[in-house]
């Protein structure tokens, strides 16, 4: 069976419309996936820039994970929150990028959507907050419904993740 | 006297992974005045002349044994043994000098050994870890010369903090109360300074004159070992090794020479025992091995897995796609090969982009049929459609395009442009505007290469498109065949894929006919080399 090792950070986020963000993540992978070590989901901390556009976190991502397959590669989704001065949450933004199949030093940016309401929705969400949520949030990875989903694009966020492979060539993989 | 003495009083630092509580040191100090030099050049003279059975040694020998217990001394000194100087002995007799635990301990001890009337040193004592010799020591020695009258601020805080063993706290974080607004002065000792939990001993000797032991001024540092938890163990000055005494200046009105001697006397681990250690070792690492390869595992499938696409520049947009198999290729049947992302409004950075985060994966198979077939095999190619649904219902394309999926394996991030059909006059963009529809083109792979496009040249001509947007895709591509089993067993080069899968034949003729003339090469090098030298000159 073949190793993976994922180590990285979430970087930060930009791009969005107010500064202050959390971003709750997660590593999806599938059935002949197995994780050895490391934690697969977790929560950032809330950053609140006082100079620039973007939100640091730096949030460590150590993972290690042994396969028997290739199916169900690992995939990892966030959701970006927004945190105002009264406290309250709100989502900004769903996104998701697979971990890179290639080992080496990867900067990624993960592109985020978040759905619309109809327009008395978007109305009240202006003034008071909220807004429609994913009921589910599997369907950040999986393409299968969504294209029942209105959305509007958000921002960006940044990752750096080091992949490291091993055994991978044994079975004929080259990547 | 002919001694030569060794000047080399650096420290040095020795790792350990048997416990430190079993080193074990042997001290010898031995003052040099004239008497005794000449008592050791006596003595030495006649162990050479013992053999033959010339002068007896008893004379001698008592003579050096009067001046041995005064002005000598060896111990054997184990790790924080402590052992009572003259002075300490005096200090703690009295129960009220005695202030701390410790110090009532100490008092115990000595009261035990005056009773007993057993004592092993007399100018060689110790200074443990838990004495408060470490600090002082520390605050009172500069470094330079003049002596600064104050240490630093960060000195003062490490005397403080660093003589103090500090337990290795588990690595598991709070998970409440992370932050401590008011630390106490001790939480900021320990958080805001370096501690490296050291163990300090001083092996310290009195070096007075005889009779006159027990003055404070009279001790003299002559050993410092420190050891850290992790095996590591810093002996200064180190062991004579052979190379000569240490020597000792004192520093009083007389000043008198004195010879060190350090030596380690810790018992070797015994042949047995280090061979019950090496196997309790042994056992653990492959136990501990079989342990990770029983999670690891064994067995392997096969795969190809392409990813995310994001982005465009229209409003409420989304992406209808599918691949499109060349022959040879298969996919597993059931598999969809065709999505459709949802649909996305717009906003600007910079300009409109539309995130779609589409996650896809694909998985096909690629048979190699004939080898004769001369031709590099083909890869799939993604179609795509933009297509844009509008609050109105109003739907229009956006445009089409297609992408080639690479042939190298890693992580590719492609950007495809595209275009849509137009129609001449004015009525059909119109009729775009204002209830939507739009010509869409029947086969989409019109887009690249049609399906029923047989002839040599394909000509668009009379075709009109306008360019619209871009479409950005990732890809992470992995490539898996049975060949690269082989050729990393065979030991070749390994190939790219395109080498392996086509033009095997010719490339692979070609590339057997290389190999064969290196082998044959080599096999004729070695020959010659075995051949005796004069042949070849001579031919």
């Keep these: ?175 | 006297m002919g001694d030569g003495w060794c000047t080399d009083t650096g420290e040095s630092v020795y790792r350990s992974r048997d416990a430190v509580k079993n080193l074990r040191i042997r001290v010898r100090i031995q003052r040099v005045t004239s008497t005794a030099a000449l008592s050791q050049h006596l003595h030495q003279q006649v162990l050479s002349q013992q053999e033959r059975g010339v002068i007896e040694l008893d004379t001698f020998s008592s003579h050096t044994q009067a001046a041995s217990t005064i002005d000598a001394e060896e111990l054997v000194v184990g790790w924080q043994e402590k052992f009572f100087s003259q002075y300490e002995m005096d200090l703690y007799q009295t129960e009220s000098n005695c202030q701390t635990p410790l110090e009532r301990q100490y008092h115990t001890e000595i009261m035990g050994m005056e009773r007993s009337k057993r004592r092993q040193n007399q100018r060689i004592f110790t200074y443990t870890d838990f004495d408060r010799f470490s600090k002082w020591e520390e605050q009172a020695q500069s470094l330079l010369i003049p002596a600064q009258p104050t240490p630093t601020l960060l000195a003062e805080r490490m005397a403080n903090v660093r003589h103090r063993r500090q337990e290795r706290r588990p690595s598991n974080v709070p998970k409440s109360r992370l932050i401590t607004w008011e630390p106490s002065e001790e939480f900021i000792k320990n958080s805001h300074i370096i501690n490296t939990p050291v163990q300090t001993m001083y092996i310290m000797g009195d070096l007075g004159p005889s009779g006159k032991l027990g003055l404070k001024e009279n001790e003299y540092v002559l050993c410092t070992i420190k050891s850290d938890s992790n095996g590591v163990i810093t002996i200064k000055p180190d062991f004579n090794n052979n190379r000569g005494a240490y020597r000792l200046e004192t520093q009083g009105e007389k000043r008198e020479v004195w010879r060190l001697y350090l030596e380690n006397a810790s018992s070797h681990i015994r042949a047995e025992e280090k061979e019950r250690e090496q196997r309790m070792y042994r056992d653990l690492y492959t136990r501990h091995k079989e342990y990770l390869n029983s999670l690891v595992g064994q067995d392997f499938e096969m795969f190809f897995l392409s990813v995310s696409a994001q982005g465009y520049e229209y409003d409420n947009l989304y992406v209808h796609f599918f691949l499109d198999l060349p022959n040879n290729w298969s996919s597993v049947p059931f598999h969809c090969l065709s999505g459709v992302t949802q649909t996305c409004r717009t906003h600007s950075v910079g300009k409109d982009v539309a995130f779609f985060s589409y996650p896809f994966s694909f998985e096909t198979f690629f048979h190699k049929e004939d080898e004769s077939d001369g031709s590099l095999p083909q890869w799939p190619v993604m179609f795509f459609k933009v297509l844009s649904l509008d609050f109105w219902q109003r739907y229009r394309t956006e445009g089409y395009g297609f992408l080639v999926i690479p042939s190298t394996p890693g992580y590719h991030r492609m950007t495809c442009h595209t275009w849509r059909p137009l129609q001449s006059g004015t009525v059909a963009e119109l009729r775009r505007f204002f209830i939507g529809g739009a010509p869409e083109l029947e086969d989409i792979s019109y887009v690249r290469v049609p399906g029923t496009f047989k002839g040599e040249r394909l000509s668009r001509f009379g075709f009109r498109t306008q360019t619209t947007g871009s479409v950005t895709f990732t890809l992470n591509c992995i490539q898996h065949a049975r060949a690269f089993i082989d050729a990393n067993t065979l030991k070749k080069r390994r190939q790219t894929v395109l080498d392996q899968l086509g033009g095997h034949s010719q490339q692979g003729s070609v590339y057997n006919v290389l190999e064969a003339f290196q082998r044959a090469r080599k096999r004729m090098q070695e020959a010659r080399e075995t051949l005796p030298r004069d042949l070849i000159n001579t031919s």
């Design chain 1, 1 to 175: 069976m073949a190793e993976l090792h994922i180590i990285g950070q979430i970087i930060g986020a930009t791009g969005f419309p107010q500064n202050s963000l959390f971003c709750k993540w997660g590593v999806h992978a599938g059935g002949a996936w197995r994780l050895l070590s490391g934690l697969k989901e977790g929560q950032t901390q809330v950053d609140i820039p006082q100079t620039g556009d973007m939100a640091y976190w730096s949030h460590p991502i150590d993972l290690h994970y042994t396969t028997k397959g290739l199916q169900g590669w690992p995939k990892l989704h966030l959701q970006v929150w927004h945190q105002d001065s009264f406290g309250r949450c709100q989502l900004y933004g769903y996104g998701y990028i697979h971990v890179p199949s290639s080992p080496g030093q990867h900067r990624l940016q993960c592109v985020t959507w978040r759905p619309l309401g109809s327009w008395q929705d978007q109305l009240a969400e202006m003034f008071v907050g909220g807004g429609p949520q994913l009921r589910s949030p599997d369907l950040i990875y999986s393409g299968a419904d969504r294209y029942r989903l209105h959305t509007v694009g958000m921002g960006t966020v940044e990752l750096e993740l080091c992949v490291i492979l091993r055994h991978f060539d044994r079975y004929g993989v080259e990547s």
